[in-house]
């Protein structure tokens, strides 16, 4: 009986350490001299881990996103890569918000569990950035926008799909709260566009964590996993 209670023991604290590390995505420090970029399309990535295990929580269908991401001593380096066929953007005036009817991937930032505030990147396919504040839940305020300076996002259509890469200054996210020592908590997502008719979109969401919602939603605090920066 003794070595049941042990052995249910040990599989439940094996368990939830799988479930800590499934929310944790170790930032690899670039060299400063040698490694970083002028700009975005210089980065080598070689030395990035890749994390590949997005999922869809509401739905059984691939995935095909992959996430990787870097530092150096003034940025924080990412980069999306997504295989897809049917890329779908929404263009009518080029405002920012079209962004959210579109093909998209995105990553949020947060102080804290109680996402009071916390910080969106939506990054659609050609590169358009809708970036806001937002409180719990679902407050927006999307004429916020990310300090100036401090925010650059490039994207790159392939033939098979496209990619997404982007910096954002550590300064700015310092100012916002956001870096706990070398802890940046956040979420990542993709918004893959299914359907397009004028304005009307349709979408098969994609997360890196799962928030366990019976509907779709990221904008919730269990959506949220941590990056950590390798020092």
Not at 82 to 101: F, G, P
Not at 167 to 172: A, N, Q, T
Not at 184 to 197: E, I, K, N, V
Request: hydrophobic residues 35%; glycine residues 6%; proline residues 3%.
């Amino acid at each position: 009986m003794l070595n049941l209670v042990i052995l249910v023991i040990l599989a439940g604290a094996i368990q939830s350490c799988q479930k800590s590390m499934k929310n944790i995505y170790y930032v690899e420090r670039m060299d400063q001299q040698e490694d970083s970029p002028g700009n975005l399309v210089d980065i080598d990535w070689s030395h990035a881990r890749l994390l590949d295990d997005f999922i869809s929580p509401w739905q059984q269908a691939p995935t095909n996103t992959l996430f990787r991401a870097l530092y150096d001593d003034d940025f924080f380096y990412f980069r999306f890569d997504v295989k897809e066929s049917n890329i779908l953007v929404y263009r009518n005036q080029n405002d920012e918000q079209e962004v959210v009817r579109s093909e998209r991937v995105e990553i949020f930032f947060r102080q804290d569990e109680r996402l009071d505030p916390y910080f969106g990147l939506e990054m659609d396919a050609s590169g358009r950035v809708y970036d806001y504040q937002a409180h719990h839940y679902r407050k927006f305020e999307p004429q916020w926008t990310w300090p100036e300076g401090q925010l650059e996002v490039r994207s790159k259509r392939l033939t098979d799909g496209y990619t997404v890469m982007g910096k954002v200054g550590l300064e700015s996210l310092k100012t916002l709260g956001l870096m706990d020592g070398n802890r940046l908590q956040a979420g990542l997502y993709r918004g893959r566009c299914t359907q397009l008719q004028g304005g009307n979109a349709e979408f098969h969401w994609i997360s890196w964590i799962d928030p366990k919602t019976e509907q779709p939603d990221f904008h919730v605090a269990s959506s949220f996993g941590a990056l950590v920066f390798i020092k």
